[in-house]
């Protein structure tokens, strides 16, 4: 089974920075679709942006240009740089993944992909983010 395993999550202030980390187990596929996602408790997912191994992205809004994704498919690993963070984006982080044969995401998925976490079907199980004023 393919295994998702999140780090770098913790405490920092108002306008600091973290580098959160995803570690993904897979062998044999050749593309992927992956994306980023938060959640406080009782409140609803929220996506915060999704992209492939083409590069191709789609972001939130209220993202700001404050996050950055990056890849390094060597060691199968995907990093959600956070910049200038806020209270507000305190939240648990997840990582999804959906390793695909026939290509990276398809260009009309991305926005289901990424408002609804439609067609992920491997989750990690989150690093907690928590920003203080």
């Known amino acids: 089974a393919v295994q998702l395993v999140e780090s770098g999550g913790g405490s920092v202030q108002a306008g600091g920075s973290l580098r959160l980390s995803c570690v993904a187990s897979?062998?044999?596929?050749?593309?992927?679709?992956m994306a980023w996602f938060r959640q406080v408790p009782g409140q609803r997912r929220e996506g915060v942006v999704v992209f492939d191994d083409y590069a191709y992205n789609r972001t939130a809004d209220f993202v700001e240009d404050r996050f950055t994704v990056s890849q390094d498919k060597r060691k199968r690993t995907v990093y959600l740089q956070m910049n200038g963070l806020k209270p507000e984006d305190t939240a648990m982080y997840y990582c999804a993944a959906d390793f695909r044969e026939e290509g990276p995401c398809p260009l009309d998925t991305l926005d289901a992909r990424l408002q609804r976490g439609e067609f992920f079907y491997n989750w990690g199980q989150g690093t907690q983010v928590t920003v203080s004023s």
């Open positions: 897979w062998h044999t596929y050749v593309h992927y679709c």
